[in-house]
């Protein structure tokens, strides 16, 4: 979505759009709260004044009840007596009635803040298994920092935002009542303060609004920068170490970091400076009306007027000027965090519509169950990277027998590994299918991957014990101990796991780097043959290690054939000479070849 398109969209329909029907259903039982919570806070703050200056002057008090039918008759019914008496019960009243508000707003907060906190989650989580479920494609040039900072930062600064509009909802809602009562109390210091309020209202939309919008833009940008070098810097730690280049990764980091401390600082004092601006008019203008009040007296004032003032005073002081405060501040907040909701609100408008297109896609050709019986076929296949000026394949075809070892060669660049991220289904093609026994893999994608172990050059392990590296994303209590121990002697790594100390709880470390090359790929085996697979890919699973040890672990590989279904992406050529059939990837086509007269070093 263009940044043209994102303005035309409000701020409102963005968060109307990224809330799920319970969580808006949730947002207007808060609104109602919010609304009776800005009643009750309007009418205590109201009572206080005029109670107290009832207290101070309790001889009007009494004449004022007297006078008043309906006042009278709660006071006889109440039993609220006369003088002290009266005001003591009134005292007591106005602390019962301010302790009650008070409760309700720590309720109100409370609501606020599960809300808030629990909405975020599921975004995150929403968001998560989005990104998940993208296409491979999204992720070959993605930048990897921001896709962080999605959920470490833009997700969680949308719900401040989301916070702020709450409590600036509460605050608009206790102003304007606070407002008719000062109308009703002083409508002259009112329209000051309206304009007043106003006017620096236009100011901080204005003046400071688009500075903060900018500083916030920017914060997000540095905010992937600073993510970036970490992420290089610790993934990268063993190359940085031995190559001596600590000192380059750290002060990219420092000055990445430097300019977010600068931002940080800006949004600080941008945010800080509608408060002393509104502090320095509000006590000017209130100054300057109480001046004016004292030299049009001409030295008589009436109690009831001076006793008015004293309530508009009051008002104004105790809450309305904190009130206008707070709206500024929190007017600020939302614009700090605007570019942080468009992000997500673009992530998840570009996830809805290319979910929505993927599911009509598959529903358009959508059978059952698939299971390999006879072949899987690679039919007129062209495919071509995002944004690649030359295809990897224009017209290629290839077939792989059930139960049959296929290996694949071709110089470097050629598609080898793209061919079997074709049939895997992680990549698109512009034309053409992959069929299984003639059936489209699409058409029931689940039940393909189920019939896939794959094994990749580099094993991505987690820093968990053996069994849980092998019974990879299942949860703990439904790990199948049995199998685990099946497939480490398919694997030829029972052995190895039986010598150490702690068995399969074993811990092997960040990304396994406690266990050497050889080891890993079995794991990464076991871990394939963990679902009983009937296809196994090896995608150059052996071409990081040494001979010795590639010879090692393609005797278990080897001891697959004629068992299962095998595609073998070859870096050696020793490593296929076994396959029943051999295909070389090469100017954009698939071919049947043999490896006669090719040089296999032993």
Request: hydrophobic share 45%.
């Amino acid at each position: 979505m263009s940044n043209t398109d994102n303005k035309k969209v409000s701020l409102f329909s963005k968060l109307r759009y990224i809330f799920d029907r319970k969580q808006k259903g949730q947002l207007v039982i808060l609104a109602v709260l919010i609304l009776f919570g800005g009643i009750f806070e309007t009418f205590s703050i109201s009572m206080m004044i005029p109670v107290m200056a009832g207290i101070i002057n309790q001889d009007k008090l009494q004449s004022a009840i007297e006078d008043n039918k309906v006042l009278r008759i709660i006071a006889e019914s109440l039993n609220l007596g006369t003088g002290s008496e009266l005001a003591a019960k009134l005292t007591v009243c106005l602390i019962v009635l301010f302790l009650v508000k008070n409760a309700y707003q720590i309720f109100l907060i409370y609501r606020q803040n599960t809300f808030i906190t629990r909405a975020r989650n599921d975004m995150i989580s929403r968001v998560m298994r989005e990104f998940l479920n993208r296409p491979y494609e999204d992720y070959l040039g993605a930048d990897i920092p921001t896709v962080f900072r999605i959920t470490d930062s833009d997700i969680p600064r949308t719900f401040t935002l989301m916070l702020s509009l709450l409590s600036l909802s509460t605050e608009l809602v206790v102003s304007m009542g606070l407002g008719m009562v000062l109308i009703i109390t002083d409508p002259i210091l009112t329209v000051i303060c309206v304009f007043v309020f106003v006017a620096l209202t236009l100011f901080n939309t204005k003046v400071l609004k688009p500075k903060l919008n900018k500083t916030g833009k920017e914060n997000q940008e540095t905010q992937s920068r600073i993510a970036k070098w970490r992420l290089q810097a610790i993934y990268g730690l063993k190359d940085v170490k031995v190559l001596n280049r600590q000192d380059f990764f750290i002060r990219n980091y420092y000055e990445s970091g430097k300019v977010g401390a600068d931002l940080a600082r800006d949004y600080s004092v941008l945010n800080n400076m509608p408060r002393t601006l509104i502090e320095t008019v509000f006590v000017a203008v209130v100054l300057l009306y109480v001046l004016f009040f004292k030299l049009n007296s001409n030295g008589v004032q009436n109690a009831g007027d001076v006793d008015k003032l004293i309530i508009a005073l009051g008002l104004v002081a105790t809450r309305l000027m904190p009130a206008v405060n707070r709206i500024n501040t929190y007017i600020a907040e939302i614009a700090y965090n605007q570019y942080s909701l468009d992000f997500v609100y673009n992530n998840l408008t570009d996830s809805m519509k290319m979910d929505k297109a993927m599911r009509a896609e598959r529903a358009a050709i959508a059978g059952p169950e698939l299971h390999l019986e006879k072949e899987i076929e690679i039919k007129d296949i062209t495919f071509a990277y995002p944004d690649a000026e030359t295809n990897i394949f224009t017209g290629a075809n290839m077939v792989i027998p059930k139960g049959k070892s296929v290996g694949i060669i071709g110089p470097s660049g050629a598609g080898k590994s793209t061919v079997v991220d074709i049939i895997l289904g992680l990549l698109h093609v512009q034309s053409g299918e992959i069929l299984c026994d003639g059936s489209n893999i699409f058409s029931n994608y689940d039940s393909w991957l189920a019939q896939i172990g794959y094994i990749p050059q580099t094993i991505y392990m987690v820093d968990e014990s053996i069994r849980e590296n092998i019974a990879f994303g299942i949860d703990a209590d439904k790990i199948d101990e049995d199998r685990i121990w099946e497939v480490m002697e398919e694997a030829q790594l029972a052995e190895f796991v039986k010598s150490l100390p702690e068995g399969l709880d074993t811990k092997i470390g960040d990304r396994g780097v406690r266990l050497s090359g050889g080891q890993r790929q079995r794991i990464g085996i076991a871990r394939a043959l963990y679902h009983n697979p009937e296809i196994l890919v090896f995608d150059e699973a052996t071409s990081a290690l040494d001979n010795e040890t590639e010879a090692a672990v393609m005797e278990a590989v080897n001891s697959f054939h004629g068992k299962k279904t095998m595609i073998i992406i070859a870096h050696r050529l020793n490593t296929i000479e076994n396959c029943d059939i051999i295909y070389e990837v090469k100017d954009e086509k698939i071919t049947q070849t043999t490896l006669e007269g090719r040089n296999v070093i032993h």
